[in-house]
């Protein structure tokens, strides 16, 4: 949902007139706006203002950090010619990852993609680290701060420890962390990818921050914005926007974390009352944010409870929002050791800066009787 700061500071600056790579009157006002926004990122992070690439979404930097970056670093040194990222990753970062291997783009045939193993609470395991990094191959490690489906937490700075020993850049996809918990030191990462709507920004706006010394290949040509990475004229407005979202989620951060973790807790307790069965992917005491819910109702079916919650106005989802629509089996409980018939019936449940109690209550109410239509439904299914 679009936070009203946000709003407030899209429109004000949408209405400055003028393309902010012009050298007229009109385009250094924009350039003024632009470079102010660009400026507060820079300051609420932690990082020089130079370290800030704009972007469309996580996606977006996803892919200049997995595709760009590792072209980069080969053209500099032949030798890197692999990637590794965790097991769990966003579809961003694994078939972006992927795609280097598949001739989808040019010039990257021949990279190796290393898949590092979890444990069974979504964990980086240290001996998939060290045996993936030992040969001095690898370009670039990636580990998503907190997963996006179970809100498993990741050790970065254990993953960081051991990159550094060769030499590998380290890319976290911090999307689902914003907010939630600390975000890694800049002593430990390079890359990291950061998407507006996950703040209350508008859809369609996201940041890579990059060290200066990361080489890219260019993604785009044209008038050499942007460190010569992505060339384009610049979104003064979705700056702005995003600036002013990200103010307020950093200034909430621990407010609000210690909010929702209560609000999980109840949530959790009414699942338990509800339906004793009910298998929480994480316990409680496994590191991980506090916002999301990872729950599997043995015996349901996953799409039937989806319609049934949604029919009750619940909006929730099976896995990753972000899989074009299809409902399939969740490769980040695979990665975990979870089978397809142990995870039918998953249910991922997210809060947010939004969420209230009568949300929960709300939840908990709709959820017996789905439960017993999607369970009738999964029986039938076999």
């Not at 670093?73 to 970062?93: C, F, G, I, K």
């Not at 929730?316 to 980040?332: D, E, H």
């Not at 939840?363 to 439960?371: D, K, N, Q, T, Y």
């Amino acid at each position: 949902m679009l936070r009203p700061a946000a709003r407030d500071a899209f429109l004000e600056a949408s209405a400055v007139r003028g393309n902010p790579s012009s050298v007229h009157t009109s385009g250094r006002r924009a350039r003024g706006v632009l470079d102010e926004s660009l400026a507060r990122i820079a300051a609420l992070l932690d990082v020089p203002r130079s370290w800030v690439i704009m972007t469309s979404g996580g996606t977006e930097a996803d892919n200049l950090a997995l595709r760009a970056v590792p072209q980069g670093l080969h053209a500099q040194d032949p030798s890197r010619t692999a990637v590794a990222v965790a097991a769990t990753d966003h579809p961003a970062v694994l078939a972006t990852a992927r795609s280097l291997t598949e001739g989808a783009v040019p010039g990257a045939a021949g990279f190796e993609v290393r898949e590092l193993e979890v444990d069974r609470d979504g964990a980086l395991r240290s001996s998939a680290i060290a045996d993936a990094l030992a040969d001095g191959t690898v370009g670039v490690a990636s580990a998503a701060l907190v997963n996006n489906e179970t809100g498993a937490v990741q050790d970065i700075a254990a993953l960081a420890a051991r990159a550094r020993e060769h030499g590998t850049l380290v890319h976290t996809d911090a999307v689902q962390g914003v907010g939630h918990v600390p975000l890694p030191s800049w002593e430990d990462v390079d890359l990291m990818s950061l998407s507006g709507h996950k703040l209350g920004a508008p859809v369609g706006v996201g940041v890579l921050v990059a060290r200066p010394g990361v080489p890219f290949a260019a993604f785009s040509t044209g008038g050499g914005q942007q460190r010569g990475v992505r060339s384009g004229t610049l979104d003064a407005a979705h700056t702005a926007a995003f600036a002013a979202a990200l103010k307020e989620v950093l200034v909430e951060r621990e407010e609000q974390s210690a909010r929702l973790r209560g609000l999980a807790r109840t949530l959790r307790d009414g699942i338990r009352g509800i339906d004793p069965e009910a298998r929480f992917t994480l316990e409680e005491t496994a590191p991980q944010s506090g916002h999301i819910v990872h729950v599997v109702f043995p015996g349901a079916d996953s799409d039937s409870l989806l319609f049934l919650l949604d029919e009750r106005g619940v909006d929730c989802s099976a896995g990753s929002a972000c899989s074009a629509g299809v409902t399939q089996a969740s490769p980040v409980l695979a990665a975990m050791g979870v089978s397809d018939a142990q995870a039918r019936g998953a249910l991922r449940l997210s809060l947010g800066w939004t969420s209230t109690e009568r949300d929960i209550e709300i939840l908990l109410a709709a959820l017996p009787e789905s439960l017993v239509r999607a369970r009738a439904v999964g029986a039938l299914m076999g």
